[in-house]
């Protein structure tokens, strides 16, 4: 099998919705949302924003807890943008690699995919655990 973009996806992602925000040069308004389910940037949202929101992004893609943070909730953060006339919910999600299935970080099943080249160490719904097999 070779690897192709559209068949890989994070297993963890994240939803971005801007909750509070004020004029500003990426015209972001309340109520947009933005989604990373991939290794790419999404569509639109400001590059300062994101460049700033990184790190806590990283950090959530290696299990960090956002309540050490400051949050409330294990898998959500509110963000500030560096000029703080734009607020962010960044809501970290669980899903599968192969398919994008959104699922409970306990329903991920760790499996291996062959590729020509390589294998990775994959997390998987439960449909593509067993077509792995």
């Known amino acids: 099998m070779s690897s192709t ?29 933005y989604q990373i ?5 999404p569509n639109g949202l400001c590059m300062e924003a994101f ?5 806590l992004l ?16 294990y898998n959500t953060r509110i963000f500030n943008c560096p000029s703080r006339v734009v607020k962010f919910k960044i809501k970290r999600f ?7 299935y959104r699922v409970d970080k306990e329903e991920l099943h760790q499996a291996k995919k062959e590729y020509n080249d390589f294998v990775l160490d994959v997390n998987v719904c439960s449909t593509c655990f067993s077509n792995l097999k």
């Not at 973009?5 to 509070?20: A, C, L, N, R, T």
């Not at 389910?37 to 940037?41: A, I, L, S």
């Not at 990283?58 to 909730?73: M, Q, R, V």
């Not at 669980?94 to 994008?100: E, I, M």
Request: net charge negative; glycine share 10%.
């Open 51 to 55: 460049h700033s929101m990184y790190p």
């Open 37 to 41: 389910n991939n290794y790419t940037t």
């Open 94 to 100: 669980y899903q599968c690699n192969t398919c994008g």
């Open 5 to 33: 973009e559209k068949d890989w996806f994070e297993s963890i992602g994240y939803e971005i919705e801007v909750i509070e925000a004020a004029p500003c040069r990426a015209f972001h308004e309340k109520g947009q949302k």
């Open 58 to 73: 990283f950090s959530g893609k290696i299990e960090g807890d956002f309540t050490k943070l400051g949050s409330d909730d």
